[in-house]
């Protein structure tokens, strides 16, 4: 009997981990069409909108400069001493532009988004859910789709590629600074190779990930915050804790495996 | 003669998931009246309050709002009906990030065409209404827990409704605080005509708010009536349940028993190096 139990249970276990994540993949994708569907239901969404664009990209200005600045000085150093090998330091521009536009400037700005930014949105949407706020706003019949997440949304679809542009230009100054000034290229080959290097597609495909990166951190964010109260095991701010962690985990993951795909499909 | 729906459960199961929480209700909570849903702690109250609200769809059974059938509302009449429903949650529910008045005026706002000014005046009103008119401009943080009360009731009544749900509008504040949000439920009763539900498991306030009773315990409806009816009931666990309170009422003021003057002596050894130990009548004298 027990054997029978026991082998029956193995038979459904892949199962029922599949269906589950079948089911959580189901969820998101529903949650990311509505909040989508809502992002420009009304005019008097646009207060909203703005707030959240002050505070997902203006104030992640600083801290995008700090991560860009030394991210590019760091490319500009490591290729300087790479290309030298070879005597063709010329290419630095080149390596250093190519590598920020294309891969690193969305990866790390979305990164450092969802760790700013993210977590912040599933910390507050979740505290709404265990606080009745949440449950409130749909008695009101206010809808809260499109009250808390539409906005949020809305910002990040306008704040990720800015916030990219700005690291690629700081990221660049900062490789000028470190292969230029401090290791003696030259500064005027590297800015032409800079702009002989890139293409409206490399710049095109940079945006469009920023676009891409924007949209799932803003959908698993929102999603792990507003299903908080779901969260088998974990009742209240403990609830609130685990939603977070596992929002800003489950987004990293993410930007990097679609980096890898867009890349893929890209170029 | 109220207009006010009357809400009907017809044999009603209610839970989270799979699990049922409360089974088999058929409970009328009359039009017009101020019905109280009584019971212990984590009898299922609040769960049938929100699957009531259609937070979350029954597992079984009809919640009939006047004659139609929640379940089988179409998505206008369901949200004709949100507007013309209030509710009062535990802590308020008041939205952190906007003041009392924005607060008060957000389903004006969602779902009215008023001028501002007019909103602003309704909004005055219904403060002025709980007595928290001085404070329009206060965030949610800070006010008490008494005032988060309040200003949800008066966020409740901001559209008219003709229904009004409270859970547990008395839990946490102290009994002049109770007394105060009772006496204010009774005149929003008085004021509007609308079907009041209040969750509760303060007795005190059932005796003295409510025109209908529902008790619910062991996972099903214990009893519905009128408060006269359940005063003369003869059920054992009800009778406990209403005599539980009588008794403490009445129960003398419990004393602590000798302390053994010896047990008094603290060593502090550890703390104060061996050299001192303290008496907490040396303690006392000082």
Sequence with gaps: MAEKTRGKALHLFPWRIFRDAADEVGSLTLFLVDSLRLVFAGLGQFPKIVRQVYFIGVQSVSVIALIGLFTGMVMGMQLYYALSVFGADGFLGTGVALSMVRELAPVLTAIMLTGRAGSAMTAEIGVMRISEQIDALSIMDVNPMRYLVAPKMAACLVSFPILTAFFNLIALWGGWLTGVKLLGANAGVYWSRVQGSLDWDDIEGGFLKSIVFGVLVCTICCFEGYYTHQRSGHAGPEGVSQSTTNAVVKSCVVILAADYILTSLLW | ?286
């Excluded at chain 2, 699990?19 to 209700?25: A, R």
């Design chain 2, 1 to 286: 003669m109220s207009t006010a729906p009357s809400i009907k459960l017809e044999n009603v199961t209610v839970g989270y998931g799979k699990t049922p929480v409360v089974s088999d209700l058929n409970i009328e909570f009359p039009g017009g009246k101020l019905s109280m849903l009584v019971g212990g702690s984590g009898c299922g109250k609040s769960t049938v309050l929100k699957h009531i609200l259609g937070l979350y769809p029954p597992m079984g059974g009809n919640i009939l709002i006047g004659d139609r059938d929640l379940g089988r509302m179409t998505g206008k009449q369901a949200r004709c009906m949100r507007q013309r429903t209030g509710v009062l949650f535990q802590d308020g529910a008041l939205l952190g990030s906007l003041t009392l008045k924005d607060n008060v005026a957000l389903p004006l706002r969602e779902h009215t065409r008023l001028k501002e000014p007019e909103i602003m005046r309704i909004v005055q009103d219904r403060l002025d209404m709980v007595g928290l008119g001085h404070a329009l401009d206060l965030f949610p943080n800070e006010l008490s827990g008494g005032m988060r009360k309040r200003a949800g009731l008066a966020r409740a009544l901001v559209m008219d409704p003709q229904m009004l749900f409270c859970d547990e509008p008395t839990s946490g504040l102290d009994p002049v605080l109770s007394a105060e949000l009772d006496q204010l439920l009774l005149e929003m009763m008085c004021r509007f005509d609308m079907t009041m539900v209040v969750v509760t498991h303060d007795l005190a306030s059932m005796r003295s708010l409510a025109d209908f009773v529902v008790i619910l315990g062991e996972r099903r409806c214990l009893f519905q009536g009128t408060i006269e009816e359940l005063e003369r009931t003869e059920d054992p666990y009800l009778r406990r349940f209403l005599d539980r309170a009588a008794e403490e009422r009445d129960a003398p003021r419990l004393t602590m028993p000798p302390i053994d003057p010896a047990m008094m002596k603290i060593d502090c050894s550890s703390v104060l190096g061996g050299k001192n130990t303290i008496r907490k009548d040396d303690r006392c004298s000082k």
